[in-house]
């Protein structure tokens, strides 16, 4: 990777996040900013068209973090947040919007993780509507309170239960 050119200003965002049209998938979806999260800059993803159910909307090119790396390291940072399982204890980490799906109880999202294509298949589980934000279930478990779920158990140690996707999705080839 070359040195970034710090001597100019980066050029100015627009209102929200830019969306990247230039993906074929992620023409339906952009990243937009979200109040609900205890983060400084909380980021999500909304629908910018109607969605279909069953459409593939995002494929996340994933990092392999080997299972020796998450439990020495990875579990203690705040990447620990933004992993998915993979096999046999290994996670992975999806780039792209893969990221920066947040969680929902009720979710319009399905997940599946594809470990040996390290990729992470996002789909549509029901008919979404334009600007409706795009989440996931992350599980039971939350390590955050979830103003739309605030009965939900609230799980803030430092244990397996406090990674995105808390609960193991379908795990295929
Ligand atoms: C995978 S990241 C999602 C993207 C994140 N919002 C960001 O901007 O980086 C997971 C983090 O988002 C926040 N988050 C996700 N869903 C949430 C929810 N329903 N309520 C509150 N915070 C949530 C939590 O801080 C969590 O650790």
New binding site residues.
């Given amino acids: 990777m070359s040195e970034r050119d710090t001597s100019s200003p980066p050029s100015q965002l627009p209102e929200g996040y830019q969306t990247d049209t230039s993906h074929p998938l992620r023409s339906s979806c952009k990243v937009v900013k ?1 109040a ?4 400084v ?4 993803v909304a629908a910018v068209t109607s969605i279909s159910r069953g459409t593939l909307i995002e494929v996340a090119e994933c990092i392999l973090v080997p299972r020796k790396d998450y439990e020495d390291h990875a579990r203690h940072t705040t990447f620990q ?2 992993l998915f399982h993979g096999q046999d204890g290994d996670m992975l980490m999806a780039l792209g919007l893969g ?6 109880a009720q979710p319009n999202l399905d997940y599946r993780v594809h470990q040996p294509i390290l990729q992470v298949h996002f789909y549509a589980s029901r008919d979404i509507q334009k600007d409706e934000e795009l989440c996931i279930f992350y599980g039971g478990k939350l ?6 779920q605030p009965e939900t158990c609230l799980d803030l140690s430092d244990d397996e239960a406090s990674f ?1 996707a808390g609960f193991s999705p379908e795990t295929s080839t």
């Fill in positions: 979200v609900y999260t205890n983060e800059t909380g980021r999500g947040h933004y990221s920066l799906f947040n969680h929902n390590w955050f309170s979830d103003p739309t995105l």
